[in-house]
C-alpha cells in the first residue's frame, strides 16, 4: 500500500471469483499497462479454496505482467486474517464496522499486530457501508473524530470510511458526501477506501479521488456483468464446450475493469 499513498491516485482492487474472473480483471490491467488489487472475500476463499486461490492470484500477476497485490476482503475474524496470512496475502481487512467503537479498535489492533510480523498491511472499516440486503441509510456516516481516534490507536494502514456508498446496487443515485471526505482526509494519515464502488458515476469517483481516496474497490459489477453474458449466451446456444463459453463472459470482465481503470487513472 506504500505505492498508493505515493502516486496520490486512485488504486482499483478488483474480486474475483473463479479463473475466469481472475483472468478477466488481469488481462484489463495488463492491456492498460495499470496496477490492480486482487481481492477475495471468505466466501470466494471457501469456494476456490485458500491455497488454490492464493496460488492462482500470485501466479495470475506474475504470468500476466501485472503490478499488484493480494488482499483479503472483508475479513471477519482475527483467525481469518491469521490464515490469509499464512497463506501469503500481502494484506487483510479486518472489517469490524458493525461491533461497537471500542471492540473494532481491539480486533483491528490485534490483526495490525499479528500482520506486521509478515509485514503485511492491514484495512479496517469505520461507520456503516451498508451489506447486500442491509437497508441504504445515512445514519452511519465516518466520524471524523472518531477515525482520528481509530487510526491512532489501531495504527491501521488503510481505513474504508462510509461517506454515502453501499454494496451491491443502487436503487437511486448515490451522493457521496465530499465535504466530509475532505474532512476525514485533512486529519488522518492512514490510506482511505471507498467499498460499494460499483453504480457510483464515474465523476463522483474522480472526485472522490481528488478529495483522498486512494483504494476503490470493485465487486458487484464484476459478478454481475460475468453472469449477465454467460446468461445471454446460454438462452441462445446449446453449447456444452465450457471452454467456448466462458471466455465470452471473461472478456465481458475485462471490458468493464477497463473502463474502471480509465476512469480511475484520469484524475
Ligand atoms: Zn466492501
Known sequence: MR????????????????????????????????PLILQLTSNSIEYMGL???????????????????????????????QACLDAGFDSVMIDGSELPFDENIKITKEVVKRASAYNANVEAELGYVAKLGQAHTQMGFTRVAEAETFVEETGVDA?????????????????????LLADIHSRIKSILVLHGSSGVPAAQ?????????????????????????????????????????????TNSVTQLVKEKLLIVQNN
Open 205 to 249: 469517483l474522480q472526485q472522490a479521488i481528488s478529495l483522498g481516496i486512494c483504494k476503490i474497490n470493485l465487486a458487484t459489477e464484476i459478478k454481475n456483468i460475468f453472469m449477465k453474458t454467460l446468461q445471454s449466451i446460454l438462452k441462445q446456444s446449446e453449447e456444452i464446450d465450457l471452454r467456448k463459453v466462458f471466455p465470452k463472459a
Open 51 to 81: 491455497n488454490t486461490a492464493v496460488n492462482s492470484a500470485k501466479t495470475g500477476l506474475k504470468d500476466y505482467g501485472v503490478e499488484g497485490w493480494l488482499h483479503l476482503d472483508h475479513g471477519g475474524s482475527v483467525e481469518l486474517a
Open 159 to 179: 481505513l474504508a470510511i462510509a461517506i454515502g456508498t453501499a454494496h451491491g446496487f443502487y436503487k437511486e443515485e448515490p451522493k457521496l458526501q465530499f465535504d
Open 3 to 34: 505505492l498508493l499513498t505515493e502516486q496520490k491516485k486512485g488504486l482499483l482492487a478488483t474480486n474475483f471469483y473463479n479463473l475466469e474472473t481472475l483472468h478477466g480483471v488481469l488481462r484489463a490491467a495488463r492491456e492498460l499497462d495499470q
